[in-house]
């Protein structure tokens, strides 16, 4: 009996392959509905609509603090003043952001009972200088990476005052175009100097988290509204090359000193879908971390009344394997659609991991790639609180399903969802679940929110949570 034993680089191309393949089946399905529900005639009215009077105007809800022009308002602008490079600066200062606060208990299982109050604080500062021309600054004062500040008042650990406070910045950046900030260089807009370009540390979410969700100290360069002659079918193409030195937490949602990510990443806009071609290389100096290459294909597309994604994201450990750098396929889908004489949304989310796909980036809290599939896989970003199934894409499949109602005019709405996953590899597990979620609006600026699950796993007695959130913006 001989055995034949696959290299990594061998599987990957097979995945690829297949990848491909089915990503192509999507863009040609996508193409012909595409074509399909432009024959249903067009739904823009043929009789003038008459414009409203400025009183009936909705009045925009103010942030925080305006200096200089106000943000989304009726009105003169603020004339400003020229540089020498010939570009009109308009400064203008906001501050807003967003307070939580929740009071949630649940049992973890073999883990136990946690019952604890937390909170977090979002706070940023935005000196809008043109409309492609900021500089942003926030501070999270009331959290130091996945900890926050509140009490534990039961727990198998350390109970008591959790202090987190502090005023580090966790997020400060500037975003410019080259040609709006340097207009004399070309007066005619002709020599194409239209290029994007943002330094910084800012929150980066590629392939809708999978490929990359994390804060980093970056430099991006985009060169946007690209168009060929000769190809009808594409609307725009957006191509990013980006270099990332400091705060990359790796897989594993843990900070790696040594660790640089280069990426180029590119989106087409075109007559049937939206396609992402994304690819990543970390590179770290760490032995124990190791580096990665991961690449992701995306397509989001319409057939007909029916909202449908299809994401294809791979990685390969490019030395030896490590918590943070390995072997993986992770295949995610979404589909929903809104059902006949409601407002209301139903979705159906789904996921296949091959082996042990790792991300190149993701936050302390933002737990693993599948967060997406559902509430019942989703981070909550703020104390321990957890996840109530894995959000973990190693060798498993799952699914989730769910239905989103409004009311009151669409200041209140109730999610009720049930899903599962299945783990066919080393280690892996089977878990199931239902959970639901209640959100309410209390004035302008305030959400009201309660969550509660229960899941049962294989092998471990069931678990639940529940939790009320208070969420106020300004």
Request: proline content about 5%; overall charge negative; glycine content about 12%.
């Amino acid at each position: 009996m001989h055995a034949t034993v696959m290299t990594s680089s061998a599987r990957y191309r097979d995945w690829v392959g297949q990848a491909a393949s089915l990503i192509l089946a999507v863009l040609l399905i996508g193409n012909v509905g595409a074509a399909m529900g432009a024959e249903g005639g067009s739904r823009i009215p043929a009789e003038p609509v008459p414009f409203l009077p400025e009183e009936s105007y909705p009045q925009p809800t103010p942030p925080l603090l305006e200096i200089g022009d106000p943000f989304l308002a009726n009105g003169n602008l603020y004339p400003g003043f020229t540089l020498p490079t010939g570009a009109v600066w308009q400064p203008r200062f906001w501050v807003f952001g967003s307070a939580r606060s929740a009071l949630q208990t649940f049992d973890r299982g073999p883990g136990g009972d946690v019952t604890e109050w937390m909170n977090r604080l979002d706070l940023f500062g935005n000196l809008q200088l043109t409309g492609t021309e900021r500089i942003l600054i926030g501070i999270q004062p009331l959290q130091r990476n996945s900890n926050f500040t509140g009490e534990v008042f039961e727990s198998d650990g350390d109970n008591g005052f959790r202090n987190e406070l502090n005023l580090g910045v966790r997020t400060l950046f500037f975003e410019g175009d080259i040609a709006e900030i340097f207009p004399n260089v070309d007066l005619e807009d002709a020599a194409g100097l239209d290029y994007g370009f943002s330094v910084g540390r800012q929150q980066l979410l590629f392939q809708d988290g999978l490929l990359i969700n994390d804060t980093m100290d970056v430099l991006g360069i985009t060169r946007n509204s690209v168009r060929f002659e000769g190809v009808p079918w594409l609307a725009n193409l957006r191509v990013t090359a980006l270099w990332a030195w400091n705060e990359v937490n790796r897989d594993d949602n843990v900070n790696d000193p040594d660790a640089l990510l280069f990426g180029v990443f590119s989106a087409l806009d075109t007559t049937f879908s939206t396609i992402e071609i994304d690819a990543v290389y970390v590179d770290s100096d760490d032995g124990g971390a190791g580096d990665l290459f991961v690449a992701g294909v995306g397509a989001i597309q319409r057939f007909g009344l029916i909202n449908t994604s299809l994401r294809v994201v791979g990685s390969v450990a490019v030395d030896e394997k490590t918590p943070q750098s390995d072997d993986g396929l992770l295949i995610f889908g979404e589909v929903s659609w809104t059902p006949h004489h409601t407002g209301n949304i139903a979705y159906v989310n789904g996921f296949w991991g091959i082996e042990n796909f790792s991300s190149a980036a993701r936050d302390a809290t933002a737990g693993g790639p599948l967060g997406r599939t559902g509430i019942l896989f989703a981070a909550r970003g703020l104390g321990s609180f957890p996840s109530p199934l894995s959000n973990r894409a190693d060798d498993a499949f799952g699914i989730a399903a769910g239905y989103q109602m409004f009311f009151d005019s669409n200041r209140r709405q109730l999610i009720l969802e049930a899903g599962g996953r299945r783990g066919y590899g080393t280690g892996g597990f089977d878990a199931i679940g239902i959970a639901a979620r209640l959100q309410q609006a209390i004035g302008r600026r305030t959400i009201v929110q309660f969550d509660g699950f229960v899941a049962a796993q294989s092998d471990r007695r069931p678990s639940y949570g529940t939790r009320a959130e208070v969420l106020v913006k300004f």
